[in-house]
């Protein structure tokens, strides 16, 4: 109603995590859609990366994988257009190489889960990621459990615990499961 996109956006966002989180997938889904029309009309190429990038999550929720890793690939390419110009910080980067690894991860597929994670590291920047990095953490314990390094990956789950019951509760089902897994 008064004609600020960038909120209208966010707030799709946050109705768009929140029925994610009660597996609403479907309207979480269109919501993406809605707040990428929205961005795409106003010219908001990083938000629109960034839904770009959400929307190959949700097909990645529906094990289409191609569909996913094409939606990824798409949210890259306008990040890296953005790089190239000079209007985002590669660290901007990480939230592409995160999207790719984790569902690497959750398609069993740790090698190449393990490259993109590489990655993340690789552009990782405290000040300027969009991903925290206990998130990056967590998905290279995952790569080193899986590479029978358990004494590895259960250290480094010990090291981010605090932070995911301070930040991210909902987070630990996904985290203690892992967890598990290296035991």
């Known amino acids: 109603?008064?004609?600020?996109?960038?909120?209208?956006?966010?707030?799709?966002?946050?109705?768009?995590?929140?029925?994610?989180?009660?597996?609403?997938?479907?309207?979480?889904?269109?919501?993406?859609?809605?707040?990428?029309?929205?961005?795409?009309?106003?010219g908001l190429d990083l938000k629109k990366s960034r839904l770009i990038s959400d929307i190959g999550r949700y097909y990645s929720f529906y094990k289409k994988r191609e569909k996913a890793l094409e939606y990824f690939q798409l949210s890259l390419d306008i990040n890296r257009k953005l790089l190239e110009k000079g209007e985002i910080n590669?660290?901007?980067?990480?939230?592409?190489?995160?999207?790719?690894?984790?569902?690497?991860?959750?398609?069993?597929?740790?090698?190449?889960?393990?490259?993109?994670?590489?990655?993340?590291?690789?552009?990782?920047?405290s000040q300027h990621s969009p991903i925290p990095e206990p998130y990056l953490k967590f998905e290279a314990a995952c790569i080193a459990s899986d590479e029978g390094e358990y004494a590895t990956a259960l250290e480094t789950f010990e090291e981010q615990h605090d932070w995911f019951v301070r930040n991210e509760p909902s987070y630990l089902v996904l985290y203690y499961t892992y967890m598990g897994d290296a035991y």
């Open 1 to 42: 109603a008064n004609g600020d996109t960038l909120s209208a956006i966010n707030t799709l966002f946050v109705h768009t995590n929140i029925n994610g989180n009660l597996a609403n997938y479907k309207d979480a889904y269109d919501m993406l859609w809605k707040g990428l029309s929205l961005a795409d009309l106003a």
């Open 90 to 125: 590669e660290a901007e980067l990480v939230d592409n190489y995160y999207a790719f690894c984790s569902t690497y991860r959750e398609l069993d597929d740790f090698p190449l889960a393990k490259k993109y994670i590489d990655s993340c590291f690789l552009f990782y920047d």
